[in-house]
């Protein structure tokens, strides 16, 4: 406990010195996400050292770290109790920390069935640009006070603060998993999906690439076998290392030095005409892009997405100079401002990772 106390009062420094010089803070974990968002500059805050499972209450569903516990520890913790991080949140390395997957705020191929990681977050325990420590949520769901400013943190890149802890939801893990594939073309795989969608079908994850459309079923053994005789296709020996390589972006479709683009779309929408090869997951809400895109290609790429009620990020390589995010509305990229100032007035964490 006192090293941790330590720790947190080398973390106030560290803070408030950067404040005083006008200096930059980039808040670190493991670095398996470096290369996402805008590039940041500035003098490293490593958090590995602060690590640790605070509190695992399983008959609870809750599970609270501090922001340096690695990933898979977490994993393995809720493994003995035959749990999970139901939004499957990917590592891209074996240094994943749950601070890192916070602030990036991805989620895995479960997400369309079970929520997004900021579904999730219950509460956070933040360090602001002034040095205080500040407590938001709790440990249960119906302790909503502050919850939105958690939620608010998951994917905000560490541009707010230092997290220092989070407390985040458990799920039961499945009783039984099928895979199934099916071969099919583009358009009709996106008609299956929307009518599966509205049937009760215990679908935890989807992908179609390349002419093939796979299918995770997860639930009681029964649900499950149900499903697979209405639905079909061919049962699949290799379900599990599949979704595993897909949410690690190992799949043979993000091989290459092609830029990525992820488009996330209303689920409904059909298919989108662009150069480049794609791949669909989350029932046809989440896209991506493989293609070399200049200024003139990412505009086209942005217009037909929010032709459609969506938004495209540069996922991974191609040029930053292009801006990773969809550039803000100026309604909103005033609220980003405010909750920046007000959080950061130095301007210390994070500067420019997401615009």
Not at 36 to 43: E, H, K, R, V
Not at 214 to 228: K, N, P
Not at 302 to 320: C, E, I, N, Y
Request: proline content about 4%; charged content about 20%; some cysteine.
């Amino acid at each position: 406990m006192g090293d941790n106390v330590q720790r947190i009062e080398q973390f106030r420094e560290q803070v408030l010195a950067a404040a005083s010089s006008g200096r930059a803070l980039r808040i670190r974990g493991g670095g398996t996400k470096d290369w996402y968002g805008q590039a940041s500059d500035g003098d490293i805050l490593d958090t590995c050292g602060f690590s640790g499972i605070v509190d695992y209450e399983p008959t609870e569903l809750v599970i609270t770290a501090r922001c340096g516990t690695p990933l898979a520890e977490i994993e393995a913790a809720l493994a003995e109790r035959n749990q999970m991080l139901a939004f499957e949140p990917p590592h891209f390395g074996a240094g994943a920390t749950i601070g890192g997957v916070v602030a990036s705020g991805l989620s895995g191929p479960r997400r369309a069935s079970s929520g997004a990681l900021r579904d999730f977050v219950l509460g956070a325990v933040l360090m602001d640009g002034k040095g205080e420590v500040l407590t938001f949520g709790g440990q249960v769901m119906k302790n909503v006070a502050g919850y939105d400013v958690s939620r608010l943190l998951a994917g905000s890149m560490g541009t707010l603060g230092l997290m220092l802890q989070h407390s985040i939801k458990v799920l039961p893990r499945a009783l039984r998993e099928t895979t199934l594939r099916f071969e099919t073309d583009e358009i009709d795989a996106l008609r299956r999906l929307n009518e599966w969608a509205g049937l009760p079908l215990p679908i935890s994850a989807s992908c179609w690439h390349g002419g093939v459309l796979t299918l995770r079923l997860s639930g009681a053994q029964a649900a499950v076998v149900a499903a697979a005789r209405t639905l079909g296709g061919q049962a699949v020996d290799d379900g599990p290392a599949f979704w595993a390589a897909l949410r690690e972006q190992q799949h043979a479709f993000f091989d290459g030095d092609a830029s990525l683009w992820r488009l996330s779309v209303p689920s409904a929408t059909g298919a989108i005409i662009l150069r480049g090869a794609q791949l669909i997951e989350w029932g046809g809400a989440q896209r991506w892009l493989r293609i070399d895109a200049d200024a003139a290609m990412a505009h086209n790429i942005r217009r037909a997405v929010a032709a459609v009620g969506g938004h495209a990020t540069l996922f991974r390589g191609g040029d930053k100079r292009l801006g990773v995010f969809q550039p803000l509305a100026p309604g909103v990229a005033r609220i980003h401002q405010r909750l920046k100032a007000a959080f950061d007035p130095s301007q210390v964490f994070n500067p420019g990772r997401m615009y």
